[in-house]
């Protein structure tokens, strides 16, 4: 592949956009739907939590999250326009009920109250934030005392084999990722690292370590 459809590729997972973003979205739901699933289970959402997700893309998941329990509320941000319509029109039966709420925002300054989560959780986002020390400070804010912070992504080791990461991406081990945890006030609670088996772009199946850390204040 030339170099310019490998930085597409990486522009368009970063920050989908147009008639190749919604597609890229559906296939981001396909693949990471493991992924996301074991993020929500490790929140130990509880009735009544109000739930903040960063970077849900197409949000095809939030079955996932309202059958944990009863009175959820829902609130996803992204940066992407796109994947805020996205949303909001797969979701438009929990927007209409006023269980799930969409918004754009700049991708560092969210626009909420200090403590105003009771969980947070993201899944393949943290290739792309731009100041990761500030923004897992924000995101401390925002969370209650007694709220959980859940974070997934997938080890550098996986993500550096694909030949679109090395624009755009900025790559983790957990080891990297504690490190950056220890700057701030975040505690670990736990970490939990799987391998799955995915299917590459070729077709081919390939062994995908993720990890998820669950933070607390
Ligand atoms: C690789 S996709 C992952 C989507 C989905 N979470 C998944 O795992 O399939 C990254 C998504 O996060 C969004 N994004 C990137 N940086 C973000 C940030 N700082 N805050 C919120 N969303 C962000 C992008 O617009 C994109 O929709």
Same mark, same amino acid.
Request: with cysteine; glycine share 4%; charged share 25%.
């Given at each position: +592949?030339?170099?310019?459809? %490998?930085?597409?590729?990486?522009?368009?997972?970063?920050?989908?956009?147009?008639?190749?973003?919604?597609?890229?979205?559906?296939?981001?739901?396909?693949?990471?739907?493991? +992924?996301?699933?074991?993020?929500?289970?490790?929140?130990?959402?509880?009735?009544?939590?109000?739930? %903040?997700?960063?970077?849900?893309?197409?949000?095809?998941? %939030?079955?996932?999250?309202?059958?944990?329990?009863?009175?959820?509320?829902?609130?996803?941000?992204?940066?992407?326009?796109?994947?805020?319509?996205?949303?909001?029109?797969?979701?438009?039966?929990?927007?209409?009920?006023?269980?799930?709420?969409?918004?754009?925002?700049?991708?560092?300054?969210?626009?909420?109250?200090?403590?105003?989560?009771?969980?947070?959780?993201?899944?393949?986002?943290?290739?792309?934030?731009?100041?990761?020390?500030?923004?897992?400070?924000?995101?401390?804010?925002?969370?209650?005392?007694?709220?959980?912070?859940?974070?997934?992504?997938?080890?550098?080791?996986?993500?550096?084999?694909?030949?679109?990461?090395?624009?755009?991406?900025?790559?983790?081990?957990?080891?990297? %990722?504690?490190?950056?945890?220890?700057?701030?006030?975040?505690?670990?609670?736990?970490?939990?690292?799987?391998?799955?088996?995915?299917?590459?772009?070729?077709?081919?199946?390939?062994?995908?370590?993720?990890?998820?850390?669950?933070?607390?204040?």
């Amino acid at each position: +592949m030339k170099k310019e459809e %490998l930085q597409a590729i990486a522009a368009q997972l970063k920050h989908p956009t147009g008639e190749k973003g919604i597609e890229m979205a559906k296939m981001m739901h396909e693949t990471n739907i493991n +992924m996301t699933r074991h993020s929500i289970q490790n929140l130990n959402i509880k009735a009544g939590d109000s739930v %903040l997700e960063l970077g849900h893309g197409n949000a095809g998941h %939030l079955e996932l999250i309202f059958e944990q329990a009863e009175k959820l509320k829902y609130y996803g941000l992204e940066m992407s326009e796109l994947m805020f319509q996205e949303a909001r029109q797969i979701n438009r039966n929990f927007v209409s009920q006023k269980q799930a709420f969409f918004s754009l925002y700049d991708g560092n300054a969210i626009p909420f109250q200090d403590s105003f989560f009771d969980k947070i959780f993201t899944v393949n986002t943290i290739y792309f934030w731009q100041e990761p020390e500030n923004f897992l400070m924000e995101i401390y804010r925002i969370l209650k005392a007694d709220g959980n912070f859940c974070l997934t992504f997938a080890d550098e080791s996986f993500m550096k084999q694909l030949p679109f990461t090395a624009y755009e991406f900025t790559l983790y081990t957990t080891e990297k %990722l504690k490190q950056l945890i220890e700057k701030t006030a975040f505690k670990i609670v736990y970490t939990e690292t799987l391998t799955e088996k995915v299917k590459s772009k070729t077709g081919e199946l390939a062994d995908r370590a993720f990890t998820t850390i669950v933070l607390e204040k």
